[in-house]
T-cell receptor, first 113, second 113 residues
Framework: NAGVTQTPKFQVLKTGQSMTLQCAQD?????MSWYRQDPGMGLRLIHY???????DQGEVPNGYNVSRSTTEDFPLRLLSAAPSQTSVYFC????????????FGPGTRLTVL | GQQVMQIPQYQHVQEGEDFTTYCNSS?????IQWYKQRPGGHPVFLIQ?????EVKKQKRLTFQFGEAKKNSSLHITATQTTDVGTYFC?????????????FGAGTILRVKS
C-alpha cells in the first residue's frame, strides 16, 4: 500500500514549456486535490475531483488543467509554464466530502526559469 | 472570500518550553483540521475537531475548537526537538456547491536544545 505517489520529485522548466505532474493513490479514495505551497502562504487549492470524470476549480486554477479518468490517477497539467508557477505541488486524497483525513503525496518541487 | 488566519508565523522556543498556535476565521467553520509538516516533508494529518468547544489531546498536544466554531488552537507542552516543523490549521467551510477546505499560512516551530 503505497498511499499517494507523485512524480517527478523535482522539475526545472523554461517559460512557455508544458508538462504534467503525476499523482496516483491506491486507497480507493473518491476525492483528490492538488495544492501549491509557497512560503508564507500555506497550501492553496488548485483543482479538486470528487470522483472519476468530475473535477472543479479551487482557489488558484489559472494556468492549470486536470482530468480524472480513473479513481487512482489525477494528473495536473501546466499549459504554458510561467515563473509565477515556481512552487511545491502536493497532491492529496481523502475518503469523504467532509475531508476528514487528507493523505498527501511527497510533493513535486517545480522551478520555472 | 473565506480565509483562515493563523498566528504566529514563526516561533522559536527553548526545549522544554510550551508552544501555542492560533487560527481564526471570520465565518463559522464546519470543522477544523490540524496538520504537521516536517522540514522538507509533506503535511501529515494530526486531528479533526467538529463540535463546538471540543478539546482533544494527543500526548503533549492539546487541540481546542472555539464555542462559536470560528477559532482553534494547538498547544504543545514541554516542546522537544522532534516537534520541529510547520503546523497548519485547515478550516472546512460549508458552501452552496460543496465544502471547501482552506488552510492557514502555518506556524513554523523551531526548538533550541
Amino acid at each position: 500500500n503505497a498511499g499517494v505517489t507523485q512524480t517527478p520529485k523535482f522539475q526545472v522548466l523554461k517559460t512557455g514549456q508544458s508538462m504534467t505532474l503525476q499523482c496516483a493513490q491506491d486507497m480507493n479514495h473518491e476525492y483528490m486535490s492538488w495544492y501549491r505551497q509557497d512560503p508564507g502562504m500555506g497550501l492553496r487549492l488548485i483543482h479538486y475531483s470528487v470522483g472519476a470524470g468530475i473535477t472543479d476549480q479551487g482557489e488558484v486554477p489559472n494556468g492549470y488543467n486536470v482530468s480524472r479518468s480513473t479513481t487512482e490517477d489525477f494528473p495536473l497539467r501546466l499549459l504554458s509554464a510561467a515563473p509565477s508557477q515556481t512552487s511545491v505541488y502536493f497532491c492529496a486524497s481523502y475518503r469523504t466530502k467532509d475531508y476528514n483525513e487528507q493523505f498527501f503525496g511527497p510533493g513535486t518541487r517545480l522551478t520555472v526559469l | 472570500g473565506q480565509q483562515v488566519m493563523q498566528i504566529p508565523q514563526y516561533q522559536h522556543v527553548q526545549e522544554g518550553e510550551d508552544f501555542t498556535t492560533y487560527c481564526n476565521s471570520s465565518t463559522t467553520l464546519s470543522n477544523i483540521q490540524w496538520y504537521k509538516q516536517r522540514p522538507g516533508g509533506h503535511p501529515v494529518f494530526l486531528i479533526q475537531l467538529v463540535k463546538s468547544g471540543e478539546v482533544k489531546k494527543q500526548k503533549r498536544l492539546t487541540f481546542q475548537f472555539g464555542e462559536a466554531k470560528k477559532n482553534s488552537s494547538l498547544h504543545i507542552t514541554a516542546t522537544q526537538t522532534t516537534d520541529v516543523g510547520t503546523y497548519f490549521c485547515a478550516g472546512l467551510f460549508n458552501g452552496e456547491y460543496g465544502n471547501k477546505l482552506v488552510f492557514g499560512a502555518g506556524t513554523i516551530l523551531r526548538v533550541k536544545s
